[in-house]
């Protein structure tokens, strides 16, 4: 079968200068808020990269091209990042969130999406296996 030509395709959400700090701080919910510094810290420690706002309400960390297999298109993309959303707090490890499943059962309270991970607060989850999560996922988008 012939190899699909890549194609680049221009999204919507794209990395902005924003500042990350003012952002989160102008999340309403202080919960959410106090959460959104703990998530900031972990993944800027896990990955070594400064946080960076894409669009208006997604902080990523990294950058990346992804391909799809199945069309060829590629995406630039974070390599992780997160989202204090109204509904919960959404992680993107750009993932196939199912491959963990032995640490999501001891993860605590959450929900997943394909690459997400939707958590309410940190206090429902063990830090210590997101921490683990996280650490997984960046290690599969690095390729190291």
Known sequence: MPEKISKLVEIKTKPTAASVEDFINSVEDEQKRND????????????????????????????????????????????????????????????DIKKYATALEKLGKHKTGVGCLYINKLEDVDLKVLRGLIDASIKQNSGT
């Open 36 to 95: 959104s510094f703990v998530l900031l810290e972990m993944m800027q420690k896990a990955t070594g990269e400064q946080p960076v706002l894409w669009s208006s309400s997604l902080i990523g960390f990294g950058k990346k091209r992804y391909k799809s297999p199945t069309t060829g298109r590629e995406v630039d993309w974070l390599v992780i990042g997160f989202s204090p959303r109204k509904a919960n707090l959404s992680l993107y490890l750009t993932v």
